[in-house]
């Protein structure tokens, strides 16, 4: 497997904080750098947590490598955040529409939407988009 972009890495354990025991994330159990734990309370030790979050980003960015082959760096870092963090969904909504036609601007736009968790908007989650969004346009 290619080597992950180091800034992606970056931003998404600054995003997630290292847990070093399991917690409650919204929907599921997650440790380590905001991967799915396997059990309640599990601990974790960074070095795995490190291994976890590599298995997990090196999938989302296959995901979207796989959807939008010819994106633009900066786009593919963004979508493979949002993709680590709510899953693949937005590839059968107006977002994944947006980067099939190659409209980066209104994907920019359509991926501002993915700021709530449990129908209200989060603060945190507001900011990640940003910063994903940010990174189309480099």
């Known amino acids: 497997m290619d080597?992950?972009?180091?800034?992606?890495?970056?931003?998404?354990?600054?995003?997630e904080g290292f847990a070093p025991v399991a917690k409650w994330d919204y929907r599921q159990w997650t440790n380590g750098y905001g991967t799915r734990?396997?059990?309640?309370?599990?601990?974790?030790?960074?070095?795995?947590?490190?291994?976890?979050?590599?298995?997990?980003?090196?999938?989302?960015?296959a995901s979207v490598e796989s959807f939008a082959p010819s994106a633009p760096q900066g786009v593919k870092l963004g979508?493979?955040?949002?993709t680590y963090n709510a899953g693949s969904g937005w590839q059968h909504e107006g977002l994944g529409?947006?980067?099939?036609?190659?409209?980066w601007a209104a994907a920019k736009?359509?991926?501002l939407e993915y700021d709530r968790a449990g129908g209200r908007v989060n603060s945190g989650l507001e900011s990640r988009r940003k910063t994903?969004?940010?990174w189309f346009d480099v």
């Open 97 to 103: 529409q947006a980067v099939k036609q190659g409209d």
């Open 37 to 61: 734990a396997h059990y309640p309370h599990e601990p974790i030790t960074r070095p795995v947590a490190e291994q976890r979050l590599d298995v997990e980003l090196q999938a989302a960015m």
């Open 79 to 82: 979508l493979a955040d949002l």
């Open 132 to 134: 994903e969004a940010s």
């Open 3 to 15: 080597a992950l972009d180091p800034r992606l890495v970056a931003e998404v354990k600054e995003f």
């Open 109 to 111: 736009q359509h991926l």
